[in-house]
Each structure stands twice: as C-alpha cells, then as structure tokens.
C-alpha cells in the first residue's frame, strides 16, 4: 500500500452507494432505437462512414476520427441506419447535436473484421497503441478523453507510472466499485495492456477507503495474475479525492506543473473502467459498445447498476429499473455535485454516462435566495484546485477577462465544493463555468495574436537576410569586376 500525503480542500460527503451496490450489474436489454451522437469524446466529433438506410452489424465503424483529439465510434446492436441529423443529448444537457440513429433488427450480429491481441506482450507497444485506438476507448470516468491519445502523451517519458482512477468520491456513483467487486481480472489485464504500451514500469490502482470488497477483490486478481507491478492504494474518503491532480498530490505528494500535464511528471491517469474496456478489446475483439453506468437516487424504485449499450435511451434503464417513483424531481447524469441536469429522460447512454440520478429534492442541497459575499473565505478553504472562489466570482461579475485570468478560472475544476460550502448561497459553479467560453477565446485571441506576430518578425528576419546575402553577392561581383580590370 502506498502512504497518503493529502491533498488541498475538499469535503467528507454522506455516501449513497449502498443504494445501487445490494444487486450485481446486471445486462439491460439492447435497446431497440440506438441514438448515437458523434461528438460524444472530448476533442473533435467524428465523421460518419456509414449512409441512411446502410445495414450495419454490432461493433461495426460508424464513424472515425478527426484531427489529433478525436474516436471511433462504433454501432452498438445490429440493424439499420434509420437517419443522421441532431437528436438531444445527454453530454450537452438535452441540446441537439448531430447523431447516427440506428433501428435495431433484433439479431445483434456481430461485425467479424475485428481481431484480438491477446499475444500484446510480444507486440511492440506503438502496435498495441494503435490498436486500443481503433476500439474507440475514451476515458470512462467521465472526461471521455480519447484513451489512445493520451496515452500516446506518454511516450516522452522514459519511466512513466500509470495510475488506475477507481476512487468514486461522488456520493452516488458505483459502477467503478461494482466493476472491481466483479470484474476485477479484467481491470489488472487492461492495465497490464496499457502498461505494455506505454512503458510503464509500475501501475498504482486506487481505491476509496470503504470499498473494501472491491479492494479484496482486486488484491487477489493481482495475486493471480503474478502481476507483480500492479498495486493497490487507498485514497481517504474525501470529496473530490478521485479528480487526477488531487489523486496524483494525495498519492505522490507531487503536484502537476501549472498548465502542465501529468505526463510531465512521469504519470499517465486512467480510469478502472478504461483498463477494463481495453482488456475486453485485447482478449475479446470488443470495441467500446458498452459501460456499465449507475441508475439510482430516491426517485427511481430500484437502484443498480446495469451494463448498457452506448445509445439506450435513460427512459430504458430507468424503466429497467421498475420506474420512477413519486419522489421524482430532477434528473442528473453524473453526480450530485458535478452532474448534468437534464430536461427530460429523452437522452441516450454516451460514453460518458457513468451514472443516472433520479433525484428527490432530498438528495439535492437545498438552495435559498442568492445573498451578497460576505468574504467568509469558506470557498478558498474547501478548493482543491489552491483557487480564490470569491475572487473569481467577483471578476467574473464585472467581465474582467484579465482578473479570471490571473486568478486561475481556468483551472476550476467545477466540482461544487465552493457553492456547497457558500453561506450566501452563490452559485459560484454555475457562474464558473459561464465565463470559462469568453476567457477561453480571449485566450486563443491573444495566443493567435502572439503566433501572428512571431510568424511576421519571422518572415522579416528572413527578408533581412536574404536581403543581406543579395547585398554581399553584389559587393562579391562587384569586387571581382575591379580585379579584372586593366
């Protein structure tokens, strides 16, 4: 076990997981409509290599990836390509983006061109690379991070440590912790997988404190696979201990450089959920159609945790679950403190759908009337970014591009701690995440102006010596005329 140093900030969180962990993950049924938006990974949306009207079977390409940041999307049952046009998702709070939509023919036959790698140890890693790639893994813990491409980050680093994300700090989310109560094998042969691909010398796995059948489970699926490089770590309970950079300062007591990546420190974070995705790709030829996601909260009858296809509608799963109940009042994808609320269930399961809240106004924090700041300094103390909430909240007020910039907007990692905490009841989060787009394009206005002006002193200075190198020539030839002269 490796020692725990702290990070900043944070708070102890009454757990919910009980609620959906009584059950094993069961199959929810193969949805008969599968909605499947293309720009549901971080980075670029992909571009469809499917027509309307195209047969396709399970696991078939749909979609491939565009630029650097992009993934493969694949279908997720067998049948039709009824439409390509918008559909309402999840990931964008019910707004429309475009989206393939596949009709089911109830035979789920599976696309055969797919291959596994089950001999990667004798691939060379840059092979295996390039074959998670085309599975079209994205970061399962909520990011939807292209895997591959992160993981290609780490190939700057002579001795790199992958770190496997299973620390659930929101209250209500298990589908990690219930991934590594079963399927624990999977998870230490998708990290064996990926170490072996990025040259890893060591994987550290952590746990919440508690999870302590999922920690058992997971210590004895290293026994058995004399997995000697792969160990186990418990992180404190401690809201929001499982985001990356505080994992990586509660872990190592090293924090990531500012606008830095880990892999500038030798670290590659992943989430449990993608370790175990990449083992079904590497032993069972199975691109990313599937994930596990949590369906719970007081307003739906029988919290669990289901394995879904990507593209099931939530009205599905919550039906799966015997329904709403009466208590219903707000549905959320992701949790409590960082989810998304949604208008309705009329969304499909993206990729990045690790849980399902059916809220009652019990399991939401009450808000009162938004009162002035009395400058408490509550939301600095609980920050886990080192932030200055107060300030940024008043720069964000008066527009101050300059001012969030200086004080690190960018940085807010938007988990709520501060509005959870603000006695006058702000919602700082919310204001956050409104004025991030307008410093981010004052930021790439100014980063455009800065390579503007580099190109043109650029090209000057070449003028300057070519002009230069003219001059010398012609001072040479008139040189060598006067030589020759009687």
């Keep these: ?25 069961a199959l929810a049924p193969p949805p008969e409509c599968a909605i499947l938006p293309l720009d549901q990974h ?32 694949h279908a997720s049952i067998s049948g039709r390509v009824a439409t390509i046009e918008p559909r309402p998702a999840a990931h964008r709070a019910g707004d429309s983006t475009l989206s393939i939509v596949i009709e089911s023919d109830g035979r789920d036959e599976r696309w055969p061109a797919h291959t596994s790698m089950q001999d990667f140890r004798e691939r060379d890693p840059i092979v295996v690379l390039e074959h998670i790639a085309r599975a079209g893994i994205v970061g399962l813990g909520g990011a939807a991070f292209p895997a591959a491409t992160k993981l290609m980050g780490a190939l700057r680093s002579k001795d790199c440590t992958l770190l496997l994300n299973g620390a659930e700090c929101e209250p209500y989310i298990s589908c990690d912790e219930m991934l590594m109560r079963e399927r624990a094998h999977d998870i230490v042969l998708g ?20 999870s302590s059948l999922a920690e058992a489970t997971l210590r004895e699926a290293v026994s058995r696979a004399s997995a000697g490089s792969i160990r186990v770590a418990i992180v404190p309970n401690v809201y929001p201990a499982g985001g990356e950079r505080q ?10 450089p500012f606008a830095g990546l880990p892999t500038d420190i030798g670290i590659v974070c992943q989430n449990v959920g993608t370790a175990a ?32 296809r990507i593209g099931t509608p939530f009205s599905q799963l919550i039906a799966a679950c015997d329904g709403y109940t009466e208590r219903m009042h707000q549905l959320l994808m992701g949790g409590t ?32 009337a938004e009162m002035p700041c009395i400058r408490c300094g509550n ?13 940024i909240h008043l720069n964000a007020r008066a527009s101050d591009l300059e001012g969030l910039e200086r004080y690190g907007l ?35 206005a100014r980063s455009n102006a800065r390579d503007a002006r580099l190109r043109y002193e650029t090209r000057n200075e070449r003028l300057e010596r070519l002009e230069a190198e003219q001059r010398q020539k012609l001072e040479e030839k008139r040189r060598q005329a006067r030589t020759r002269s009687p």
Excluded at 5 to 14: M, P, Q, S
Excluded at 191 to 210: D, K, M, P, R
Excluded at 289 to 300: A, E, K, L
Excluded at 411 to 439: N, T
Aim: aromatic share 2%; net charge negative; hydrophobic share 45%.
């Design 337 to 368: 403190m960082m989810g998304i609320a949604l208008p309705s269930d009329d969304v499909s399961v993206v990729k990045a759908t690790n849980c399902i809240i059916a809220a009652s106004a019990l399991d939401l924090q009450p808000r009162a």
């Design 1 to 25: 076990m490796i020692a725990t140093v702290g990070a900043h900030g944070g708070l102890r969180l009454e757990g919910h997981k009980e609620r959906s962990t009584e059950t094993p993950i």
């Design 42 to 73: 971080a980075g670029m949306r992909a571009e469809p290599v499917v027509k309307v009207g195209e047969r396709v079977m399970l696991g078939q390409p749909i979609a491939r990836p565009q630029g650097e940041i992009s993934a493969w999307l």
């Design 379 to 391: 939301c600095s103390e609980v920050c886990p970014a080192r932030l200055l909430p107060q300030q």
């Design 191 to 210: 990290a064996e997988a990926i170490a072996h691909a990025i040259g890893a010398s060591q994987c550290v796995v952590a746990i919440e404190e508690g």
């Design 277 to 308: 995705a990449v083992a079904k790709w590497i032993q069972d030829a199975q691109p990313l159609v599937s994930r596990i996601v949590t369906v719970t909260g007081d307003g739906v009858r029988r919290p669990r945790n289901l394995e879904a």
């Design 410 to 444: 960018m940085d807010c990692i938007e988990c709520g701690c501060c509005d959870y905490v603000c006695p006058s009841q702000i919602p700082l989060v919310e204001r956050f995440r409104a004025a991030k787009p307008e410093l981010a394009k004052h930021l790439m």
């Design 247 to 256: 994992l990586i300062a509660t872990l190592f007591g090293r924090e990531v």
